[in-house]
């Protein structure tokens, strides 16, 4: 797929992504049981069987124990490693007794927060790691020299960041002798700002789109992968204007809802790649699915603007 830029650096992932922020139980301490090992087993076998090979984590989900079901997986079939790809993120530091929640893109942080990831994933690589969130305090020439040692040891494959728009990619890359390769943002039907930014432009509306001006485009001429996390807008469509609109269509096309939520975005230009953040093995095959659906322009508007709740300017 050549309009895949993701594929160049990092040949094998797929065009879906399954997000794991699910595995592992609670966002608590409690030891991880075997029920959840089973959860985690029943959602990476379906996520291979449709295809599925880039594995999203980060380490703070569900304080690290997502990570931790993954390598017991992991470690229960070795042979298993060489079928997937491993990413994972880092940056996002929770309170404790030396601070409150904060953001960390310094090189002793990022550095020991892959050490843990591969201790708990039990792998010696990650295929791709992204910096989960701008640090207002981040030093780009320390943060490009720790990701440059992270890559010469052969811990980390490939770089990314999330969260960020346009000109922070852009001044992070001024400074990276590696490529970035991926930018993750929340991209769904429910989460318009990344279209609104484009469509608004010069209507006299203001607000968040505002601040991705320029930021699809940007990725576009740079080659870097757009990643949509929360492309299944954590079920809220269901008690939101366009679950109407969504489940007449999804009726008419002979899908599910979920398989046209997928659908909606990969029709777009910009060849976004959606993160499934689901566990559940039926709704991981229904996404999947969204791979054979080519939706017309009518229907990707029908829903866009029954999303917005208004119509275009």
Known sequence: MTNFPLLTQLPGASRLILGCMGLGGGWNQEPVGEAELRKAREAVEAALSVGITLFDHADIYTHGKAEQVFGTLLSE??????????????????????????????????ERSVEASLQRLRTDRLDLLLLHRPDPLVDVHELAESLSRLHRSGKVRCFGVSNMHAAQLAWLQSACSLPLAVNQLEMSLLRLDWLEAGTTFNDGAQGRADAWAGTLEHCQRQGVQLQAWGALAQGRWREHAVAGTLQTMAARLELVPETLLVAWLLRHPSCIQPVIGSTDPARIRACA?????????????????????????
């Open 77 to 110: 079939s070795p042979s298993l490693r060489d079928r997937l790809l491993l990413q994972s993120k880092c940056g996002i530091r929770f309170a404790d007794e030396a601070g409150p929640g904060r953001y960390d893109l310094s090189a002793w942080y990022i």
């Open 289 to 313: 699915a969204a791979l054979d659906v080519q939706l017309s322009r009518e229907d990707w508007y029908a829903l866009y603007v029954a999303a917005r709740g208004r119509p275009l300017p």
